[in-house]
């Protein structure tokens, strides 16, 4: 009973304490500064840069027609979703063109749509012929073709220039059916499936979450840690008769919950601004915050074991924190990295923690699919436990 | 004659090669102001961490409020009262809450206004120790130090640094403590603190004690060596004549 009744106490403890270091957490502004702000910049930059998502052409209209004819070419064109188009002047366009404001400028001349005319006169008297007779005569059926002029802008891309001029064929391809009254064979309906073309925010979002996860756990608690031993903060809490294990314990809670609170925060704005796309299981990601978040808070207290001033401590810290803010495929996939990268950047606890956080919450991987990830944070999460253990001093 | 409340017995430490502490002895008697004097590097603050059960002694015996520190280093903890040389406490947390913290820390229950009433700092309950003057800064390390109602409070050089007015303030204090029973024991390097405060002294010098007794004592035995000062002793001191000018009034 009475082991039952401390050990309650002990844990009532480890909370209040916590409860006040997380107090101090949110009014330290620049500690808010880098936590969150910095991730929601980051997100919001590279959001906003991707977002527009995909091929958008720019294309000028000059409809020197203005007839029916004209008219159904240009309504065609307006349905296009990748295509934003203006009506203007010949001259006008053709001046955009060149200052790269459109991309394509297109030339209905005067007198289009003659052909329209034409074939209606032949399909009518094809209508009186024989019906033996008519399937032949249709096979003859022949109409002047009508002229569009295309201008593009030389400066773009040719690949990117040539998928326009796809589009256009389709366009006219399509006006062409309406007009011969051909019907369509096929129908092109369109199936996403999560592969590798995700989106870049959803490829960015989850990195940069498990990278907030990082810097926060190292700066904070090295930050921390070494200045309140610097200026005798710790040795007062020595003094105290609490088990040193408590307020390391209740550092740790505090820092999980923050932690938590920030990779909230992040994920949720995605979700909202930036639509991110969360499938997976929401219990593994908390799994994995919590591991990747105990994994960099002991290599923060292994740190502030090493230094003895702020100033090296911080310099430490970075060293750790900076390689793997890049190397570990946060921003962009580590595809193009050299192979000896590559396979060394592998091994870095941010890639597991990154990579699996990645998986779940986006291509939805269970436990099993994200093993290998996990066994990795394992081994870095004892690795890590050592050396604090090993390397950390309160004096 | 009342209880020792703290009894040492050939207290030992050593650093590397350097003797910090060599064979020192000495009782603490329940409810005395006991001063701890020597110069710097004697050793006072080094054995005022091995009462406090901060660190390890190399040989010897220390019983503080009838534990045996070097045996039972988190017990004694609860029962004294630690006021550190540097009195720096956790940012962003307002004296209220961090002695809310503190009371948490040594498992107890505390109305913090009151023990902040007791260093005269109620006004600045709501204000962050960062804010606070030297003077201010050393009475609330004394607050900290009185959320358990300690039996021995420990203050390790508590006036330096601070003016006269603060000073004086902060002795007031000290004999406020003293009068409601508190056993004190102070290290101090100012010689007229420890007239004013102590009933019992101890000379440290090297690590080792030189000499035990009331300062009136300390003086007859001096002068009773044959000791003139060579000056005439004025009626007055220049901390007087301060005093006058300025005032007591605390500053802060």
């Known amino acids: ?395 | 004659m009342s209880e020792n409340i703290i009894t040492v017995k050939n207290l030992q430490k050593s650093f590397g090669n350097v003797k910090a502490v060599r064979g020192i002895s000495f009782e603490v008697k329940k409810g005395e102001v006991f001063g701890m004097l020597g110069p710097n590097g004697a050793g006072k603050t080094t054995t005022l961490e091995m009462l406090e059960g901060l660190r390890k002694s190399d040989s010897g015996d220390i019983v503080v409020a009838g534990v045996n520190v070097c045996r039972d280093q988190s017990k004694v903890k609860a029962l004294i009262g630690v006021q550190l040389q540097s009195s720096a406490f956790f940012d962003n947390l307002t004296l209220e809450e961090l002695i809310k913290f503190f009371s948490s820390l040594y498992g107890v229950r505390v109305d913090a206004m009151r023990v902040l009433e007791e260093v005269g700092l109620t006004e600045k309950a709501k204000t962050q120790v960062k804010k606070l003057s030297g003077g201010q800064k050393q009475r609330f390390s004394i607050a900290s130090a009185l959320v358990n109602r300690p039996e021995v409070l420990f203050l390790d050089e508590p006036t330096t640094g601070l003016d006269p007015q603060a000073r004086r303030h902060l002795w007031d204090l000290i004999r406020d403590i003293n009068g409601k029973g508190m056993t004190v024991v102070i290290t101090t390097h100012y010689m007229d603190e420890a007239e004013e405060l102590c009933d019992r002294v101890a000379v440290v010098d090297k690590g080792q004690i030189i000499d035990i007794d009331s300062p009136a004592n300390l003086i007859k035995k001096l002068l009773g060596r044959g000791f003139k000062k060579k000056k005439v002793v004025q009626e007055a001191t220049l901390e007087d004549v301060f005093l006058d000018l300025t005032g007591k009034t605390l500053r802060d």
């Open chain 1, 1 to 395: 009973m009475m082991n039952l009744r401390k050990i309650k106490k002990e844990i009532l403890n480890t909370l209040t304490i916590a409860k006040y270091m997380i107090l101090m957490f949110f009014r330290e502004k620049t500690a808010i500064f880098f936590s969150l702000f910095i991730p929601v910049m980051l997100m919001s930059i590279f959001g906003v840069i991707n977002t527009g998502g995909g091929v958008k052409f720019n294309v000028a209209v000059v409809d020197e027609a203005n007839n029916q004819a004209s008219q159904q070419i240009v309504t065609a064109l307006q349905k296009v979703s990748v295509f934003t188009i203006t009506t203007k002047s010949k001259d006008d366009a053709l001046a955009d063109l060149k200052n790269s404001k459109q991309t394509y400028a297109l030339v209905i001349p005067e007198g289009f749509g003659a052909n329209f005319a034409e074939y209606g006169a032949k399909q009518a008297e094809l209508a009186k012929l024989p019906v033996s007779q008519q399937q032949a005569a249709v096979a003859a059926l022949t109409v002047t073709p009508q002229r569009i002029d295309i201008y593009y802008d030389q400066s773009q891309n040719s690949s990117t220039i040539s998928v326009g001029f796809t589009v256009f064929d389709k366009i006219f391809d399509g006006v062409t059916h309406q007009i011969a009254r051909v019907p369509n064979f096929f129908e092109v309906k369109q199936l996403s499936i999560s592969g590798n073309d995700l989106k870049y925010i959803d490829f960015l979002i989850p990195g940069l979450v498990a990278m907030s996860v990082m810097q926060l756990s190292i700066f904070a608690v090295t930050g921390q840690i070494v200045s309140w031993r610097e200026r005798g903060i710790l040795k007062r809490l020595l003094a105290t008769p609490i088990h040193p294990g408590v307020i390391i314990f209740s550092q740790i809670v505090s820092r999980v919950i923050i932690t938590f609170m920030q990779a909230s925060i992040l994920i949720l704005l995605g979700i909202l601004a930036f639509n991110l796309h969360v499938v997976g299981s929401l219990g593994l990601v908390v799994l994995l915050i919590v591991a990747g978040g105990l994994i960099f808070l002991s290599m923060g207290f292994a740190l502030s074991g090493i230094a003895s001033t702020q100033n090296t401590v911080a310099a430490l810290a970075n060293l750790f924190v900076f390689p793997q803010m890049f190397l570990s495929g946060i921003f962009f996939p580590r595809d193009a990295f050299p192979d000896w990268l590559l396979r060394a950047s592998d091994y870095f606890p941010l890639t597991y923690f990154s990579d699996a956080l990645r998986n779940v919450m986006v291509k939805g991987y269970t436990i099993t699919q994200i093993s290998g990830d996990l066994i990795g944070l394992a081994i870095w999460a004892v690795i890590m436990f050592v050396l604090a253990i090993k390397l950390f001093r309160w004096e």
